[in-house]
């Protein structure tokens, strides 16, 4: 099993900043990717960004292209979203998640283990 803390969300006005963190621990020799999805009220879990473990730069929906920036910290295990130039649309909750195995790294299926969450908020 692998745990995923994530931490960092909260109220910004659009234009603003955040920077989530997210935390692994357990049975992390195994992860081979790690990814941010986000799920709005009364709308489905979306991809938001993902980057493989072993190297390379991240991927990104197009929505969030230019504006959020996912990196990793090896060492530690943690990963980071940050997001920039804020919009209300980008209000969601945002759930981190590990993948042991990966072939189509925006989807949601293909990965194994997830965090609990944590409500972004942008208001107008």
């Known amino acids: 099993q692998v745990q995923l803390v994530e931490s960092g969300g909260g109220l910004v006005q659009a234009g603003g900043s955040l920077r989530l963190s997210c935390a692994a621990s357990?049975?992390?020799?195994?992860?081979?990717?790690m990814g941010w999805f986000r799920q709005a009220p009364e709308k489905e879990r979306e991809f938001v960004a993902a980057?493989?473990?072993?190297?390379?730069?991240?991927y990104y929906a197009d929505s969030v292209k230019g504006r959020f920036t996912m990196s990793r910290d090896n060492a530690n295990y943690t990963v980071y979203l940050q997001m920039n130039s804020l919009k209300p649309e980008d209000t969601a909750v945002y759930y981190c998640?590990?993948?042991?195995?990966?072939?189509?790294?925006?989807?949601?299926?293909?990965?194994?283990?997830w965090g609990q969450g944590t409500q972004v908020t942008v208001s107008s």
């Open positions: 998640a590990s993948a042991d195995t990966i072939v189509r790294i925006a989807r949601f299926s293909e990965y194994d283990f």
């Open positions: 357990g049975r992390t020799l195994r992860t081979r990717a």
């Open positions: 980057i493989r473990w072993s190297g390379g730069s991240a």
